[in-house]
T-cell receptor
């Protein structure tokens, strides 16, 4: 499972509140990712990181920020949650294996914004 | 931008073969992946293929790639009830990130 954990696994919050999701990995991978999963859309990339303090935006980054102060932790913050951010959030790492950079996923965080 | 498309649903009987299809728009050389997601779980990597290959087989799984038509398929032989899940096709964007299809829900009837 590439040693990826996510916390919390479930969260219910109210519109306008800040929310931080945590992704933790134990295997010193350089690349980490945050995706959201919504019905009919598959997974869409929010932000990714290619090292400590190095991050970049994905296709659905509006309303989200990230931070990576340590190799093992990648945080996703919703500064002011909205109902459209109700989703399942997956963290992933990238591992070089067999000539390709393969992504492995955490178990997900189900976020409900009321 | 890149686009990856899949049909939404497939139903098969136990023991039959399942074929899940995917099409993509960007023809650059890259890797294509198949992931499986069981209810309430994360995504599990099943297999992958590089775009200079036509076929890859891994036990009950066979991946076929038609580069001309930009069509990728995943064949599951002797489908079992434990294969019921959502299957995602994904393509490497070149930034070490993936673009996913919307997923195909496979239902296996006993």
């Amino acid at each position: 499972d590439a040693g990826i954990t996510q916390s919390p696994r479930h969260k219910v919050t109210e519109t306008g509140t800040p929310v931080t999701l945590r992704c933790h990995q134990t295997e010193n991978h350089r690349y980490m990712y945050w995706y959201r999963q919504d019905p009919g859309h598959g997974l869409r990339l929010i932000h990714y990181s290619y090292g400590v303090k190095d991050t970049d935006k994905g296709e659905v980054s509006d309303g989200y920020s990230v931070s990576r102060s340590k190799t093992e932790d990648f945080l996703l913050t919703l500064e002011s949650a909205t109902s459209s951010q109700t989703s399942v959030y997956f963290c992933a790492i990238s591992e070089s294996k067999g000539g390709t950079d393969t992504q492995y996923f955490g178990p997900g965080t189900r976020l409900t914004v009321l | 931008g890149e686009d990856v498309e899949q049909s939404l649903f497939l139903s098969v009987r136990e023991g039959d073969s399942s074929v899940i299809n995917c099409t993509y728009t960007d023809s650059s050389s890259t890797y294509l992946y198949w992931y499986k997601q069981e209810p309430g779980a994360g995504l599990q990597l099943l297999t992958y293929i590089f775009s200079n290959m036509d076929m890859k087989q891994d036990q009950r799984l066979t991946v076929l790639l038609n580069k001309k038509d930009k069509h990728l398929s995943l064949r599951i032989a002797d489908t079992q009830t434990g294969d019921s899940a959502i299957y995602f096709c994904a393509k490497d964007t070149g930034r070490r990130a993936l673009t996913f299809g919307s997923g195909t829900r496979l239902q296996v009837q006993p």
